[in-house]
């Protein structure tokens, strides 16, 4: 009989390991006996791959802003958490296990060395100084037995704690262990789960323009996603990133979760629309001023030259020429030659490109998972679920998802913590 067991040796997991043997220290109280049982070869081989392998760890929003980000709901859940185990606390972790940590655009915290081997092995060592990790373990069931939590693993071998927390991950990168094991064993619970959906995904559009665009970016934009009925969704001021199937980069991503709830419910997200401003930070009288003003210049520029002069610079050949067809407006005309109504139309698309969009590209490759254990079941300053005594949920089987910036890893990382001081 262990006094707790831990099912998932990802980021939530380790961390709620190490915790817990960090708050028994502290409290000077004896060491527990804690077993965590991960089904892959390896520790955190969804951590090893974040971010392009260099690891978003957290974000350098303060911890209420922090919760803000994942929605009225996530935020509500979360601000306890949060503030507990703040953003600055994590990097601060880290750094105290020898892992530098250095900020990046896009309010982002890396590993310094830009290594997420670096953030894996320290969360790994730090868990087994405290715990006993066991890999190749494939939990196959959970259920009571007397006042213990069994845990069944495909070998057939049983494990018995008094305590269990379940940290196994969504479906999110499936090829790294992340197969949706655990809605089942929560469902069978009598627990309520919110059918999981891809999130932080790309997103396909039928559009044969957007497909030509491949490999092009645009750093400071704004997307605003807006349903069949023209319900604007979500807005995310984030790069855009067009591709041979559609639109990514954590302007299309951010936004990702809704087009994915609807294609699951219908089979596609009909009439879902991103809505791309090109220059959030300018209104479309400064726009239509520069261009009058460049209407005046010797040599009468190309409209392509006198959209260069705003503050984002050079707009790529390909992408101006795009725009500009969709404006109606021939991509090769002088200023001084539009006429009224194409400079309007012109600086309409600018502040506002329609991309459509249908459905997200898969598990394959989506960061998170949005979906998973309903927040009700659950206490949000402990992670302890309702009527079932010693069991803990944390992690991405929860129902909160965020945006790209080290958000997923802080609200797992989060509610680790909260499970592992209330275990000990």
């Not at 049982?37 to 303060?62: D, I, M």
């Not at 023209?230 to 855009?240: A, F, I, S």
């Not at 991503?253 to 596609?268: K, L, N, Q, T, Y």
Request: hydrophobic share 45%; with cysteine; charged share 25%.
């Amino acid at each position: 009989m262990h006094d707790v067991l831990i099912v998932g040796a990802g980021a939530a997991g380790l961390w709620c390991a190490q915790a817990l043997g960090q708050a028994r220290s502290a409290s000077g109280a004896e060491r527990l006996s804690v077993v965590v049982l991960e089904k892959t070869p390896r520790t955190g081989t969804k951590v090893l791959a974040s971010g392009g392998t260099r690891c978003n760890v957290t974000t350098t929003h303060g911890p209420d802003e922090a919760a803000r980000l994942f929605g009225t709901r996530g935020e509500r859940f979360l601000r306890h958490a949060f503030r507990e185990l703040t953003p600055q606390a994590v990097r601060a972790q880290f750094e105290d296990w020898g892992v530098p940590m250095a900020e990046a655009p896009l309010d982002k915290i890396f590993p310094a060395e830009g290594n997420a081997r670096d953030v894996r092995d320290a969360l790994e060592a730090a868990a087994r100084a405290v715990a006993e990790i066991r890999l190749g373990s494939e939990v196959k069931s959970i259920g009571r037995d007397g006042d213990a939590w069994a845990v069944r693993v495909a070998d057939g071998s049983v494990h018995r704690g008094r305590a269990l927390v379940l940290a196994a991950g969504g479906k999110s990168y499936p090829l790294t262990g992340t197969t949706g094991d655990a809605y089942p064993w929560l469902r069978e619970l009598g627990l309520d789960v919110v059918d999981p959906v891809p999130a932080l995904v790309p997103l396909a559009s039928p559009e044969g323009w957007v497909h030509e665009l491949t490999g092009l970016a645009w750093q400071g934009g704004e997307a605003q996603l807006e349903n069949g009925e023209g319900k604007v969704l979500q807005r995310r001021r984030r790069p855009l990133l067009f591709t041979h199937k559609g639109i990514s980069g954590p302007a299309a991503m951010d936004v990702s979760h809704h087009v994915a709830r609807e294609a699951e419910e219908h089979g596609a997200a009909s009439g879902y629309r991103i809505r791309f401003d090109f220059y959030p930070h300018l209104e479309r009288e400064e726009i239509r001023a520069e261009l009058v003003k460049a209407a005046g210049m010797p040599g009468n520029p190309r409209l392509q030259k006198a959209i260069a002069r705003l503050a984002m610079g050079p707009m790529p050949r390909r992408m101006f020429d795009a725009v500009a067809l969709k404006a109606d407006v021939d991509p090769g005309v002088t200023v001084g030659a539009l006429q009224k109504s194409q400079r309007h139309a012109f600086v309409e698309t600018l502040k506002g490109l329609s991309i459509e969009v249908t459905h997200p590209l898969g598990w394959d490759q989506a960061e998170v998972t949005a979906g998973g254990l309903n927040l009700k079941a659950l206490n949000p300053r402990t992670m302890a679920v309702n009527g079932h005594d010693g069991l803990f949920v944390i992690g991405e089987l929860l129902d909160v998802n965020g945006p790209i910036g080290g958000l997923s890893f802080q609200a797992a990382f989060a509610t680790a913590e909260l499970a592992a001081r209330a275990l000990a």
